[in-house]
């Protein structure tokens, strides 16, 4: 699976983004799609990610603000980041993943910057 990331960029702190991947070669192994996030000094996170079926899981500092999607359609997962704060400036990669928790043994996208200006 080859994943394209698109949509990060620099906004002010209550600000919106919409995060793009689009997936490509193996799309019927994708079972999870997910948005991780890493920061300077930090380690990756989970920020959000969808199932097939459409359930989903977020990371508590972004509930209520952000929003994964799939349209199976085009084979592309969204993260619409509203509300945004300062804390959520990070590298965000897109994850497609054969089984709902096992990123690390998925495919991932090329990192792309959420830089949250206060």
């Known amino acids: 699976v080859q994943l394209q990331a698109s949509g990060g960029g620099l906004v002010q702190a209550g600000g919106s983004l919409r995060l793009s991947c689009a997936a490509s070669g193996s799309i019927f192994s994708i079972v999870a799609m997910g948005w991780y996030r890493q920061a300077p000094g930090k380690e990756r996170e989970l920020v959000a990610n969808i199932i097939s079926g459409g359930s989903t899981n977020y990371a508590d500092s972004v509930k209520g603000r952000f929003t994964i999607s799939r349209d199976n359609a085009k084979n592309t997962a969204y993260l619409q980041m509203n509300s945004l704060k300062p804390e959520d400036t990070a590298v965000y990669y897109c994850?497609?993943?054969?089984?709902?928790?096992?990123?690390?043994?998925?495919?991932w996208g090329q990192g792309t910057q959420v830089t949250v200006s206060s």
């Open positions: 994850n497609a993943a054969p089984c709902p928790w096992c990123a690390d043994f998925g495919s």
